[in-house]
C-alpha cells in the first residue's frame, strides 16, 4: 500500500497531470508553484533550469533568489508570462491554474502529494519531464531505504491495531496530529485516518487517535477528551521566537512540537519528519 505504483507518464502530448505539452524536448526553464515540487528539483540537480518559484518557496536556502511568481493558488500570471517558462510544475488539484496557463499556452503538469506514495510517484513523474530519470530513480531508491530504516514495522512482524503479532505484543499509543488551533485551542483540526500524517504514525509503531477517515476535520476540547490521545504531536513551522506552553491547556497528554518546515511540506524531506515521529511515538512507547 505504501509504495504502491502509479502510472508513469508516457511520451509526450496531453496526458494524465501533463497538460498541454508542446513538444518532447527536455525543458530548460521551469517554474515550481508548489513549495515541495521546487524541493523535488533542486534534489533532482535540475536547479539551473528553475527560473521562477512561489514566494512559500524556501527550501533549499538558494531557491529564495529566485524570482517570485507570488502565491502557490494565486500566481501573478504576468510574471509567469515574462519568465518565459517552458514547464510549470505544481499540484493536480491546481485545476483553474492549469486551465489558465493552457488558454497562455505553458505547459503545466499537475503532480500528487497527499500520500507517501504519491510524493515518491511524483519524483519519477518530474524526473521523466525534465530529462533526469536516473537521479529521480536514485532519490526513490535512497527514500525508501529510508522509509524501511525509520519504520518500526518489520516486514516480518507487522502489528495489528491492538499491537498484537505472533508472540510480539504491545499497546500501540493513541497518537493525535494537530495541523491548525485558534490561540485559546478551543479549536484544533486534526489529520484523520487516510491521510499523510496518518501514515507516518502507523509507519513508526502508534495509531491514530481519530478514527473518521481522510481530510482534516476540526474538533473541540471535549471531542479531544473523547479521542483520549496518549500523544499530540503539534506541527506548528516556524513559530516564531517561542513556542507556546500547550501543556497548559493539553493536561495529562504529552505534547510534540515539530517547528521545522518540512513538518507541512510533503516532498522529499517527508523522512525527516517521519524520523521526527518516530522519536517522538518510541518515547511515549517507552514511558509506559
Not at 515540487?37 to 536547479?47: K, V
Not at 519531464?129 to 532519490?139: F, N, P, S
Not at 471531542?223 to 513551522?237: E, F, K, Q, S, Y
Not at 491547556?249 to 512540537?257: A, E
Request: with cysteine; proline share 6%.
Amino acid at each position: 500500500m505504501l509504495l504502491a505504483a502509479a502510472l508513469l507518464l508516457a511520451g509526450c502530448g496531453d496526458q494524465t497531470g501533463f497538460s498541454h505539452l508542446r513538444r518532447c524536448e527536455e525543458p530548460s526553464r521551469i517554474i515550481a508553484i508548489a513549495p515541495n515540487t521546487a524541493e523535488i528539483l533542486y534534489a533532482l540537480g535540475l536547479s539551473n533550469q528553475v527560473v521562477g518559484v512561489s514566494r512559500f518557496c524556501s527550501y533549499p536556502p538558494d531557491v529564495t533568489g529566485k524570482p517570485s511568481i507570488g502565491g502557490t493558488y494565486d500566481p501573478n500570471f504576468e510574471m509567469i508570462v515574462a519568465l518565459q517558462p517552458d514547464l510549470v510544475i505544481g499540484l493536480e488539484t491546481q485545476k483553474d491554474i492549469e486551465a489558465q496557463l493552457k488558454q497562455l499556452g505553458i505547459p503545466f503538469l499537475g503532480v500528487a502529494h497527499e500520500h507517501i506514495s504519491e510524493i515518491l510517484q511524483s519524483i519519477l513523474t518530474i524526473g521523466k519531464a525534465c530529462g533526469a530519470e536516473a537521479k529521480a530513480q536514485q532519490l526513490l531508491q535512497t527514500l525508501k531505504t529510508n522509509v524501511g530504516q525509520a519504520s518500526s514495522l518489520s516486514a516480518d512482524a507487522k502489528l495489528n491495531n491492538s499491537g498484537q503479532a505472533g508472540s510480539l505484543s504491545y499497546v500501540r499509543p493513541k497518537v493525535l496530529v494537530c495541523v491548525g488551533h485558534d490561540e485559546s485551542l478551543s479549536r484544533m483540526y486534526i489529520a484523520a485516518k487516510e491521510t499523510f500524517y496518518d501514515e507516518l504514525i502507523e509507519l513508526t509503531g502508534g495509531i491514530n487517535a481519530c478514527e473518521r477517515s481522510g481530510g482534516y476535520p476540526e474538533i473541540s476540547p471535549e471531542g479531544l477528551a473523547v479521542m483520549n490521545p496518549d500523544l499530540i504531536i503539534n506541527i506548528l513551522p516556524n513559530p516564531g521566537k517561542t513556542v507556546p506552553d500547550f501543556s497548559k491547556v493539553w493536561k495529562n497528554i504529552r505534547t510534540v512540537t515539530l517547528t521545522n518546515d518540512y513538518a507541512s511540506i510533503p516532498g522529499p524531506r517527508f523522512v525527516l519528519l517521519l524520523e521526527d515521529f518516530k522519536t517522538a511515538i518510541q518515547q511515549e512507547k517507552g514511558s509506559e
